[in-house]
């Protein structure tokens, strides 16, 4: 039994999605949530940069002593995942694997598309991860610019993401997959829509259920979990404006949204040169 909490974070409030699982699946965890949103979003940037975000959060959560860092952010997973195992002392998990192994299992034509973020599409993580598993696979990537973007504004249904929404997932019907991969923790609370623009006989991998159910199974095989009896506590941490982290976040958590406090970015710089 181990009462120490687990570390998450996100370029945003997308990864609330994946707590909201967590909370879930594992309801006598404490969890400590960080989402950078004075640096949002990370699919623009570069490789390097999302490395360094990713470097300065890890430490600062794991200076708080979690037992286990969940990198809830499909960018900062493609681009840093591996590289942060390499150089931290610590359990870490992301999103890619864990997703990749679901949409394997689920493919009967074996074509699968990817709907993601600039970054995490570049990166080829996805491709690299679903033919390791599968090397028979098509794979068919879908760049998605704008659409984390305006989950993350609190858009959910205008005509503009819709629109948006119905750009990015023509080219998958039109390659004729059966199972797409939602390769970014905002979009599945667009769900719905990106089905209904699908169609019905296209399965979708949702990120943060796959993620959960990952961190379940590491909790289970490190032998860390906490006392099944108890109710677990969650807090959060920002690098923006809290009052809109709180307004636009509960949206995602459907949960009590409390315990919200700020973090400077140049105190995630400090510890991140250490």
């Given at each position: 039994?181990?009462?120490?909490?687990?570390?998450?974070?996100?370029?945003?409030?997308?990864?609330?999605?994946?707590?909201?699982?967590c909370l879930v699946?594992?309801?006598?965890?404490?969890?400590?949530?960080?989402?950078?949103?004075?640096?949002?979003?990370?699919?623009?940037?570069?490789?390097?940069?999302?490395?360094?975000?990713?470097?300065?959060?890890?430490?600062?959560?794991?200076?708080?002593?979690?037992?286990?860092?969940?990198?809830?952010?499909?960018?900062?997973?493609?681009?840093?995942?591996?590289?942060?195992?390499?150089?931290?002392?610590?359990?870490?998990?992301?999103?890619?694997?864990?997703?990749?192994?679901?949409?394997?299992?689920?493919?009967?034509?074996?074509?699968?598309?990817?709907?993601?973020?600039?970054?995490?599409?570049?990166?080829?993580?996805?491709?690299?991860?679903?033919?390791?598993?599968?090397?028979?696979?098509?794979?068919?990537?879908q760049p998605c610019?704008?659409?984390?973007?305006?989950?993350?504004?609190?858009?959910?249904?205008?005509?503009?993401?819709?629109?948006?929404?119905?750009?990015?997932?023509?080219?998958?019907?039109?390659?004729?997959?059966?199972?797409?991969?939602?390769?970014?923790?905002?979009?599945?609370?667009?769900?719905?829509?990106?089905?209904?623009?699908?169609?019905?006989?296209?399965?979708?991998?949702?990120?943060?259920?796959?993620?959960?159910?990952?961190?379940?199974?590491?909790?289970?095989?490190?032998?860390?979990?906490?006392?099944?009896?108890?109710?677990?506590?969650?807090?959060?941490?920002?690098?923006?404006?809290?009052?809109?982290?709180?307004?636009?976040?509960?949206?995602?958590?459907?949960?009590?949204?409390?315990?919200?406090?700020?973090?400077?970015?140049?105190?995630?710089?400090?510890?991140?040169?250490?």
């Open positions: 039994m181990d009462p120490r909490p687990i570390g998450m974070f996100d370029s945003g409030v997308g990864g609330l999605t994946v707590l909201h699982e699946a594992q309801p006598q965890e404490d969890f400590i949530y960080l989402g950078d949103t004075g640096r949002f979003p990370y699919g623009p940037r570069s490789i390097e940069e999302i490395r360094s975000f990713a470097l300065q959060i890890a430490s600062h959560l794991l200076a708080l002593d979690v037992k286990l860092l969940v990198v809830a952010c499909n960018s900062a997973t493609a681009a840093a995942l591996p590289w942060l195992q390499e150089r931290l002392d610590a359990a870490i998990i992301g999103a890619v694997h864990p997703e990749s192994e679901a949409a394997v299992q689920t493919t009967r034509n074996r074509r699968v598309g990817v709907m993601a973020t600039e970054a995490t599409v570049a990166s080829g993580s996805y491709q690299r991860a679903l033919l390791g598993l599968d090397a028979g696979l098509e794979v068919h990537p610019p704008s659409l984390a973007s305006m989950i993350q504004a609190g858009d959910v249904s205008s005509p503009e993401l819709v629109e948006a929404a119905r750009s990015y997932t023509a080219p998958l019907k039109q390659a004729g997959v059966d199972t797409v991969v939602l390769g970014c923790t905002h979009y599945p609370l667009v769900t719905p829509m990106l089905q209904r623009l699908l169609g019905k006989g296209i399965k979708l991998i949702n990120s943060a259920r796959e993620i959960a159910r990952e961190v379940g199974e590491v909790l289970e095989r490190k032998g860390i979990e906490n006392d099944p009896g108890r109710e677990g506590e969650y807090s959060f941490l920002c690098t923006g404006d809290v009052d809109a982290f709180v307004e636009v976040g509960a949206r995602f958590l459907q949960m009590p949204f409390e315990r919200v406090r700020r973090v400077e970015i140049d105190e995630l710089e400090r510890i991140g040169t250490r």
